[in-house]
């Protein structure tokens, strides 16, 4: 016999839209789930992570098509899963669900997408007026974001973080003693941590991000973070790569972009990273889905008559 739970699965997996009291229950299972994981989430290979997702549930369902489900694979993603896209409600809702039913299955890091501010600019808090006629679910999931684990670390080696290093948390230690419960800050380690990226040119140290959040980092201090923190690789997300994958410094630092179809443009490719439980990794590049916009404009309410639409 089905759950709610199952139920609610086969739905997302149809492109429907979650009833707004079974999206709320989904946020408060899941912050049960997240409180017990820490800021520093360990994690056993093999294992596949994922990069920014970004409201394409399109090519969500093309990862899992090509790289196996959840429960007879291990997935871990690193941020970013809603804004941009046509779908950001029902990729974050599914993602939940397959967590809440295999949560050893399925690790959820935050990244810098996953805030108040952000999603009010980027395209969640529209969506969730558009789909719900309320700001209940843009409340509902913004305060679960509070709760994600902010890295993990593979079989003690591999760290995995949305954006980069942060000047402040030169041991894993000192990121695993972060309070994360809140809105993500405009400075400070936990910015960092989701907000930083890598420089490429002879930067020493950390210097200002073209962002105008968070800082760059060069390889100096990042090699000494891996030597410090006793590590072979770091693997993160949060740019965009068209080519969905890229490796620099040495093949110690890897990027990985599982948006092809970021700001409705792109049409590239995306990538996951398949982490062996060797922990060999290889990039599992796979082209974009072409049916980004199919259901992007269902709705579930209905309470206004047309004249006030």
Known sequence: MQTDLDKSIEKLKNGELLKEKDVKQLCAKIREIFIEEGNVQRIDPPVIVVGDIHGQLYD??????????????????????????FHSIESICLLYALKIKNPDKITLLRGNHESRILTQTFGLYDEAMRKYGSLNIWRYLTESFDYMPLSAL?????????????????????VRALNRLSEIPDNGEICELLWNDPNEQELKGFGESKRGVGKEFGQDVFTQFLQTN???????????????????????????????????RCG?????????????????????????MKNAQTKIWNQNPDYFL
């Open 60 to 85: 969500l369902f093309e990862i899992f098509k090509q790289s196996g489900e959840v429960g007879d694979q291990n997935y871990l993603f690193l941020g970013d899963y809603v804004n941009r896209g």
């Open 154 to 174: 593979i079989d003690e080696k591999i760290w995995c973080v949305h954006g980069g290093i942060a000047q402040d948390a030169k041991l894993l230690d000192d």
């Open 230 to 264: 006793n590590l072979s690789c770091v693997l993160r997300a949060h740019q965009v790569i068209m080519e969905g994958y890229r490796s620099i410094y040495k093949d110690q630092l890897k990027t990985i972009f599982s948006a092809p179809n970021y700001c409705y």
């Open 268 to 292: 590239n490719s995306g990538a996951v990273c398949e982490v062996s439980d060797k922990l060999e990794m290889r990039a599992k590049i796979f082209q974009a889905s072409e049916n980004q």
